[in-house]
Nanobody, 126 residues
Framework: QAQLVESGGGLVQAGGSLRLSCVAS????????MGWFRQAPGKEREFVGG????????AYEDSVKGRFTISRDNAKNTVYLQMNSLAVEDTAVYYC???????????????????WGLGTQVTVSS
C-alpha cells in the first residue's frame, strides 16, 4: 500500500528555518510529481510548491518564492521542503502529495495528486 509520511515539523521562531521530509513507501514515486500543500486554521488547503518527477521543474506559491526550496532524491523515495525566513503566516499543517506522470510539469491543483500524507505541523512564533 502506497504511503507518504511527512516529518520535520515543529515550533520555530520567526526568521528561523525548518526542513520537512516526505518519505514514500509501498511503490516507487520516481515518475510522480511531488507537491507540498499547507492548511492554516480556518483556511483552505493551498499549494506551497512542487517538483516534477525528473526534478528539473519546480513551482512555488508566490508568498514562499525565494524562501522555500523543494528538492527530491528518487533513490531514497524522498522529497524535501527547505523553509527559510519563516514567518508567523507560514504556520500550518504541511502535507506532502504525489501526482502521476508529470515529467516536465508541476501540478498546482489538489485534484491532480493521487496520494497524500497525513501532514506535519509547523508553528512559527513571533
Amino acid at each position: 500500500q502506497a504511503q507518504l509520511v511527512e516529518s520535520g515539523g515543529g515550533l520555530v521562531q520567526a526568521g528561523g528555518s525548518l526542513r520537512l521530509s516526505c518519505v514514500a513507501s509501498g511503490r516507487t514515486f520516481s515518475t510522480y510529481a511531488m507537491g507540498w500543500f499547507r492548511q492554516a486554521p480556518g483556511k483552505e488547503r493551498e499549494f506551497v510548491g512542487g517538483i516534477s518527477w525528473g526534478g528539473d521543474r519546480t513551482a512555488y506559491e508566490d508568498s514562499v518564492k525565494g524562501r522555500f526550496t523543494i528538492s527530491r532524491d528518487n533513490a531514497k523515495n524522498t522529497v524535501y521542503l527547505q523553509m527559510n525566513s519563516l514567518a508567523v503566516e507560514d504556520t500550518a499543517v504541511y502535507y506532502c502529495a504525489a501526482g502521476p506522470g508529470f515529467r516536465y510539469y508541476v501540478p498546482r491543483s489538489q485534484s491532480e495528486y493521487d496520494y497524500w500524507g497525513l501532514g506535519t505541523q509547523v508553528t512559527v512564533s513571533s
